[in-house]
C-alpha cells in the first residue's frame, strides 16, 4: 500500500507542476521501478511498444486522419448547411444546428477536439453574426463537441475495447443511446435558453427546395457514418479497416467532388494528424504500464476489499461516477481509460454490470471532463477560436454541465439505454 500511495503523489505532483501527463505517467513508473523494484526498466519500456502494438488500436490514427481529411474537404461546412436549412427558422434554430451537427461529425471524426475545432470555426461566427451572445456559443461548442466521442465511431471507446478486450462493435453500437441523449439534452437546454434571452433564428421560411439543395450537396458527407458502420455491422470490414475506408473516402470526397482539399491542407491534415496521433499513443503506452504496475502492486484485489461491505451496484456505481468525475478533471481520456478501465471493470463485473455498460459510462463520465476545468480540453479549443478569456466559457457552460450530468445519471441506471442496440444485434446475450 506505500508504494500505491507513492506512486499516485508522484504522479500528481508532475500534474500540478504541469508536467505534460504522458511524461508525468512515465517519470512515476520510471521512478517506481528504481526505488521499489516491482518490475525491471525493461519491462517498462517493452510493454510501452507492446501496449500499441496492436491491430484494433490502428483505428485511432486513421480516424484522426480521417476527420481531419473531411474538415478539409469541405464536408463539415456542407453539413452544417444542411442543418440550417431544416432547423435554422426556429427560435434558437442555429443553436440547435450547432449540436446537430456536431453530433453527425462525431460520427466521422470520433474525436471531441476535432469536433469543436471543424464546426466550431464555422459556426461561432456565425452564431455571433445572427446575435447570439459569444460566451453561450463557445459555451454551446464545447459541451456540443463532446458528442464527438459518444456518436460512434469514437476514439476513446476503441481504447476502451483494446484495454477491456471489449467488442468495439458493441461500444459503438451501445454508444447510440447516450450520444443521442446527451444529444436531445443539450439541445432542450440550447432551446430554453435561446428562448430567455431572445436569441431568433434565420429569418428565412423554411423551405423544402433549399432542403434539398442542402442534402444534394451534402450527400457525400452524409454517406461516410453510413459507410462506416454499415460496412462494421454488414460484417464487410471490421472497425480498424472501416477507420481505413473512412480517410480513403475522405481524401475522394474532398479532392475529387468537392474539391476543396487542397495539396496544403492535405499537408496540414497529415501533419497535425500526426501530432495528435503521436501525443495519444504516448499516453496509451506509458499509461497501460502504469495500469501493469498497479497490478504488480495488488491495488485490484486491495479495491475490491475496500468495497466488499457493498452490495449494491448502484452505491458501486455512485462512488465511481464520483471518482471518474474527478479524473476527468485533471486527466486526459485515453490515460484515464487506460489506466482506469482494467482496474475497475472487475469490480463492477461482480455486480453484473455489463463491460458495453460500462464502458460507455466512462466514456460519458470523462466526455463531462473535457467541459470541466483545470482540463477541459473543448473549453481550450473554444476559446482558441475567439481568442476569449477561458473563466468566461467555464461560467457560460455550467447549465449545459448540469443537463450532461442528468444524462450521465440515466445512462448509469437505466442501462437498456445503453444495451438494447448491442441486444439486438448480439453483442450482449
Same mark, same amino acid.
Given at each position: 500500500?506505500?508504494?500505491?500511495?507513492?506512486?499516485?503523489?508522484?504522479?500528481?505532483?508532475?500534474?500540478?507542476?504541469?508536467?505534460?501527463?504522458?511524461?508525468?505517467?512515465?517519470?512515476?513508473?520510471?521512478? #517506481?521501478?528504481? =526505488?521499489?523494484?516491482?518490475? &525491471?526498466?525493461? $519491462?517498462?519500456? =517493452?510493454?510501452?511498444?507492446?501496449?500499441?502494438?496492436?491491430?484494433?488500436?490502428?483505428?485511432?490514427?486513421?480516424?484522426?486522419?480521417?476527420?481531419?481529411?473531411?474538415?478539409?474537404?469541405?464536408?463539415?461546412?456542407?453539413?452544417?448547411?444542411?442543418?440550417?436549412?431544416?432547423?435554422? @427558422?426556429?427560435?434558437?434554430?442555429?443553436?440547435?444546428?450547432?449540436?446537430?451537427?456536431?453530433?453527425?461529425?462525431?460520427?466521422?471524426?470520433?474525436?471531441?477536439?476535432?469536433?469543436?475545432?471543424?464546426?466550431?470555426?464555422? !459556426?461561432?461566427?456565425? !452564431?455571433?453574426?445572427?446575435? #447570439?451572445?459569444?460566451?453561450?456559443?463557445? +459555451?454551446?461548442?464545447?459541451?456540443?463537441?463532446?458528442?464527438?466521442?459518444?456518436?460512434?465511431?469514437?476514439?476513446?471507446?476503441?481504447?476502451?475495447?483494446?484495454?477491456?478486450?471489449?467488442?468495439?462493435?458493441?461500444?459503438?453500437?451501445?454508444?447510440?443511446?447516450?450520444?443521442?441523449?446527451? /444529444?436531445? %439534452?443539450?439541445?432542450?437546454?440550447?432551446?430554453?435558453?435561446? @428562448?430567455?434571452?431572445?436569441?431568433?433564428?434565420?429569418?428565412?421560411?423554411?423551405?423544402?427546395?433549399?432542403?434539398?439543395?442542402?442534402?444534394?450537396?451534402?450527400?457525400?458527407?452524409?454517406?461516410?457514418?453510413?459507410?462506416?458502420?454499415?460496412?462494421?455491422?454488414?460484417?464487410?470490414?471490421?472497425?480498424?479497416?472501416?477507420? +481505413?475506408? +473512412?480517410?480513403? $473516402?475522405?481524401?475522394?470526397?474532398?479532392?475529387?467532388? $468537392?474539391?476543396?482539399?487542397?495539396?496544403?491542407?492535405?499537408?496540414?491534415?497529415?501533419? &497535425?494528424?500526426?501530432?495528435?496521433?503521436? &501525443?495519444?499513443?504516448?499516453?496509451?503506452?506509458?499509461?497501460?504500464?502504469?495500469?501493469?504496475?498497479?497490478?504488480?502492486?495488488?491495488?485490484?484485489?486491495?479495491?475490491?476489499?475496500?468495497?466488499?461491505? %457493498?452490495?449494491?451496484?448502484?452505491?458501486?456505481?455512485?462512488?465511481? &461516477?464520483?471518482?471518474?468525475?474527478?479524473?476527468?478533471?485533471?486527466?486526459?481520456?485515453?490515460?484515464?481509460? !487506460?489506466?482506469? +478501465?482494467?482496474?475497475?471493470?472487475?469490480?463492477?463485473?461482480?455486480?453484473?454490470?455489463?463491460?458495453? @455498460?460500462?464502458?460507455?459510462?466512462?466514456?460519458?463520465?470523462? /466526455?463531462?471532463?473535457?467541459?470541466?476545468?483545470?482540463?477541459?480540453?473543448?473549453?481550450?479549443?473554444?476559446?482558441?477560436?475567439?481568442?476569449?478569456?477561458?473563466?468566461?466559457?467555464?461560467?457560460?457552460?455550467?447549465?449545459?454541465?448540469?443537463?450532461?450530468?442528468?444524462?450521465?445519471?440515466?445512462?448509469?441506471?437505466?442501462?437498456?439505454?445503453?444495451?438494447?442496440?448491442?441486444?439486438?444485434?448480439?453483442?450482449?446475450?
Amino acid at each position: 500500500m506505500n508504494s500505491i500511495a507513492v506512486i499516485l503523489v508522484l504522479f500528481f505532483v508532475f500534474l500540478f507542476l504541469n508536467v505534460p501527463i504522458c511524461v508525468s505517467i512515465g517519470l512515476t513508473c520510471a521512478i #517506481y521501478s528504481v =526505488t521499489y523494484g516491482g518490475v &525491471n526498466p525493461s $519491462y517498462i519500456a =517493452t510493454s510501452m511498444f507492446t501496449s500499441c502494438d496492436s491491430f484494433p488500436l490502428m483505428a485511432v490514427p486513421f480516424f484522426i486522419l480521417a476527420g481531419a481529411l473531411m474538415e478539409g474537404g469541405g464536408l463539415s461546412k456542407r453539413l452544417v448547411n444542411l442543418g440550417d436549412s431544416l432547423l435554422g @427558422h426556429f427560435t434558437g434554430g442555429f443553436a440547435i444546428v450547432t449540436v446537430a451537427t456536431c453530433a453527425f461529425f462525431g460520427a466521422i471524426s470520433g474525436s471531441a477536439p476535432a469536433t469543436v475545432a471543424a464546426i466550431g470555426s464555422i !459556426m461561432v461566427p456565425t !452564431m455571433i453574426e445572427r446575435g #447570439y451572445d459569444r460566451d453561450f456559443s463557445l +459555451a454551446l461548442i464545447a459541451a456540443s463537441g463532446c458528442l464527438g466521442i459518444l456518436i460512434p465511431p469514437s476514439i476513446p471507446m476503441v481504447v476502451y475495447g483494446v484495454s477491456t478486450n471489449t467488442s468495439i462493435g458493441g461500444m459503438f453500437l451501445g454508444g447510440f443511446g447516450p450520444g443521442i441523449l446527451t /444529444a436531445l %439534452l443539450l439541445v432542450g437546454m440550447a432551446i430554453y435558453i435561446s @428562448h430567455k434571452r431572445g436569441f431568433k433564428g434565420n429569418g428565412l421560411k423554411f423551405s423544402l427546395r433549399r432542403v434539398w439543395k442542402e442534402f444534394v450537396a451534402a450527400i457525400w458527407a452524409i454517406l461516410v457514418p453510413v459507410i462506416i458502420l454499415g460496412g462494421i455491422y454488414g460484417g464487410i470490414f471490421t472497425p480498424t479497416e472501416a477507420a +481505413a475506408v +473512412a480517410v480513403i $473516402y475522405g481524401f475522394f470526397a474532398g479532392t475529387f467532388i $468537392y474539391k476543396e482539399l487542397t495539396w496544403g491542407k492535405f499537408r496540414d491534415a497529415v501533419m &497535425n494528424s500526426c501530432v495528435t496521433v503521436g &501525443n495519444v499513443l504516448i499516453i496509451v503506452g506509458t499509461a497501460t504500464t502504469l495500469g501493469r504496475v498497479f497490478t504488480v502492486e495488488n491495488l485490484p484485489a486491495l479495491l475490491s476489499n475496500m468495497i466488499g461491505g %457493498l452490495d449494491s451496484s448502484l452505491v458501486i456505481l455512485l462512488i465511481i &461516477n464520483l471518482l471518474l468525475l474527478v479524473v476527468g478533471c485533471i486527466m486526459e481520456t485515453s490515460a484515464a481509460i !487506460m489506466i482506469l +478501465a482494467p482496474i475497475l471493470l472487475p469490480l463492477v463485473a461482480k455486480f453484473g454490470v455489463n463491460p458495453i @455498460h460500462f464502458g460507455l459510462i466512462m466514456v460519458l463520465n470523462l /466526455a463531462i471532463g473535457m467541459i470541466t476545468p483545470p482540463v477541459g480540453c473543448n473549453l481550450f479549443v473554444a476559446a482558441g477560436l475567439a481568442k476569449t478569456e477561458f473563466m468566461r466559457i467555464v461560467r457560460a457552460v455550467l447549465p449545459l454541465l448540469f443537463v450532461m450530468l442528468i444524462g450521465l445519471i440515466l445512462v448509469t441506471y437505466a442501462p437498456p439505454i445503453t444495451l438494447t442496440l448491442p441486444k439486438l444485434l448480439g453483442f450482449v446475450s
